[in-house]
């Protein structure tokens, strides 16, 4: 609707009133809404110049001008919505004077540090302007205080079922919008035995919702969004579902329920997914039909909605797609697997214009989402790209490519992570042998398998409870996830090490190496409880090459150090210790070419073993604790 003037009032309240009178059954109406219905107007004759200035009098204060402009056209209004039955006109409205008791009641909420907004709020329950006359225990109050540079008063609503604050509408036009809307979305949710509620502003919105749905493919979401977030507010059928499927890849997870597309057996494997995933993400039900109710949901769908949820909570949920999308998907997985998030990310983005969508109202593959190892590729950056990448048989221009989330080399250790938890590390790198094989050079017996791709949280947990036993104080067993460090490197990193201990530490790195070079670091300069330390140290073949040991001002050296590396380059004044570790780190990186992948090993999911200790054995009069877990029942 446009700008308010007396003929758009008319046409817009016409409209309004015939929508209204054609949605009715026999016998809706009564009384007054009887007249109404035959004349096809929810109005009263237009007020006079001359009443709405007597009205003005009366109140003490010149209406807003939109209000106004409503009253010329029609004296008080029925039926604003689902809950306010009558509007006042210029007979009725009237200054609430908290007749209602609600001031003194919002009051007693009110702490000492509530601020002028706060308490200006509340006097709104004195000072504003009812309008209105009967309602389903609604108020509808126009604030003299809250004017903007037109003249125009705010207008809000409350509604103690609601449970909820008031709500504020910049005018009075504003409102009268909003409660169009409420009528409409109320209508449409009817029951199937109730007319069809079909009128020219459905199907105008339905045309926007289809036009929408096309603009999303491409990659226009966010005229899109703004398409089908209208047509949801008047219920729109469609336009909730489209607009979750941008909500989603957006990372709006919380209200996302792809409203009746999820139970459609076309879309189901691609939109239950990301259902499933947040389900299991914040439920500790084990039954999916308890936590999560699909309405309209089929047997079938629940039974497959709960292997989903078993397959997610276990990792072993694999997304699958059709077509060369599906062959990128997969090509996508296997670098994820080993921590290229990057190249995974863009092997799914330049699969990405061949995409075919599951049926008309599919906007974007989703069901990756769930998949352990490429759900962790998602931030709202790479989600804007992807909404933004034309597909599914729709040409459009494509965007700029989403930024690297890995910043390449290893000085990234030396930054506090996101939880500021990460002080101390180490990591094993292994030339020209693929990560699969790292177990069988770091690992002994049964612990050369590795473990299916998780978090760093989820792999601790893990092992805590498959090493339930015995374990002794002297043992240093490493969890380690594994991956790729570029340059035909591999990595084995445990960003949660035991503590260094420097006369027992054994570096792993001569038995990495057979035929080939293999590097350790273990690195605790910003410990803070703890002396700091450094170690690096290089073998080949089975030997080791070189190596030194930093601890508490004091460094070990032994073998032919490059200069690159040389300890005396860095060590001296440790203030800094973070600076001086990022020196170290990039010296490493420089000199072999390696990468870690931060994204990977912060946020992904990755295979992981333990290995053998890192401490040699107890030496005759050494003493240490043996510890013995027994389960009970």
């Not at 694999?318 to 092997?347: H, I, K, M, N, Q």
């Not at 002994?444 to 601790?460: H, I, Q, V």
């Amino acid at each position: 609707m446009t700008e308010t003037t007396a003929v758009d009032w008319r046409s817009f309240l016409l409209k309004w009133s015939g929508e209204w009178a054609d949605s009715l059954r026999d016998g809706d109406t009564r009384g007054e809404d009887e007249s109404a219905l035959l004349a096809r107007w929810l109005g009263f004759p237009p007020a006079s110049e001359e009443r709405i200035a007597a009205m003005e009098q009366r109140l003490g204060r010149r209406m807003p001008p939109s209000y106004r402009e409503f009253l010329k056209v029609s004296d008080g209004w029925r039926h604003a919505g689902g809950f306010v039955w009558l509007l006042a006109g210029t007979e009725d409205a009237r200054w609430h004077q908290d007749a209602s008791g609600l001031a003194v009641t919002f009051e007693e909420y009110l702490d000492e540090d509530a601020g002028p907004e706060e308490r200006r709020q509340v006097d709104l329950w004195r000072r504003g302007l009812q309008l209105d006359v009967e309602s389903d225990a609604t108020y509808v109050l126009m604030d003299p205080e809250d004017v903007d540079e037109d003249g125009e008063w705010a207008v809000y609503t409350w509604a103690s079922w609601r449970a909820a604050p008031p709500e504020r509408y910049a005018n009075f036009r504003a409102f009268m919008r909003d409660m169009h809307r409420e009528f409409h979305s109320l209508r449409a949710h009817r029951s199937a035995e109730e007319p069809v509620f079909a009128n020219d502003t459905t199907r105008e919105l339905d045309a926007q919702v289809e036009e929408a749905r096309l603009e999303a493919l491409r990659g226009g979401w966010e005229r899109a969004g703004q398409a089908l977030d209208e047509a949801q507010s008047y219920g729109r059928p469609r336009a909730t579902g489209l607009g979750d499927q941008i909500r989603r890849l957006l990372g709006q997870t919380h209200a996302v329920s792809f409203d009746g597309l999820v139970t459609d057996a076309r879309y189901a494997p691609e939109l239950l997914p990301p259902l499933v995933a947040e389900h299991a993400a914040h439920s500790y039900r084990a039954d999916f039909a308890r936590g999560f109710q699909l309405r309209g949901a089929d047997e079938d769908l629940m039974s497959l909605a709960q292997q989903m949820l078993d397959q997610v909570r276990n990792g072993t949920y694999r997304y699958t797609a059709a077509g060369p999308f599906g062959e990128a998907v997969e090509r996508a997985r296997e670098l994820a697997r080993w921590g290229d998030s990057d190249g995974a990310w863009r092997t799914l983005m330049d699969a990405l214009p061949l995409w075919e969508p599951l049926g008309p109202d599919h906007l974007a593959p989703l069901g990756w989402v769930a998949d352990p190892v490429l759900g962790p590729l998602l931030t709202p950056e790479r989600g804007r790209e992807l909404l933004s990448t034309p597909r599914g048989g729709q040409a459009g221009e494509a965007p700029s490519p989403a930024p690297r989330l890995d910043p390449g080399g290893l000085a990234w250790l030396a930054e506090p992570d996101p939880g500021n938890n990460r002080t101390s590390y180490r990591f094993v790198l292994v030339e020209g042998v693929e990560p699969e094989k790292l177990p069988a050079r770091l690992a002994d017996g049964d612990g050369t398998a590795l473990n299916e791709p998780m978090t760093s949280w989820e792999a601790r947990r893990r092992s805590l409870h498959d090493n339930q036993g015995e374990f002794s104080s002297y043992d240093d067993r490493a969890l380690m996830a594994v991956g790729r460090a570029g340059g035909g490197w591999s990595f084995a990193f445990d960003g949660d090490p035991a503590p260094f201990a420097p006369r027992r530490f054994v570096s792993p790195a001569a038995t990495a190496c057979e035929g080939t070079r293999a590097v350790v670091v273990w690195s605790g300069l910003r410990t803070g409880h703890t002396e700091p330390f450094f170690h690096l140290s290089v073998a080949r073949d089975g030997a080791e090459q070189y190596a030194f040991t930093y601890v508490g001002g004091e460094t070990r050296r032994s073998g032919e150090i490059p200069p690159a590396l040389d300890p005396g380059r860095f060590f001296g004044d440790l203030e800094d210790g973070a600076e001086v570790e990022r020196s170290l780190l990039e010296a490493v990186a420089g000199e072999f070419g390696v990468s870690l992948p931060r994204h990977a090993i912060v946020n992904g999911r990755l295979h992981t073993f333990a290995t053998r200790s890192w401490t040699r054995p107890p030496r005759d009069g050494e003493t240490y604790a043996v510890f013995r877990i027994r389960q009970t029942d």
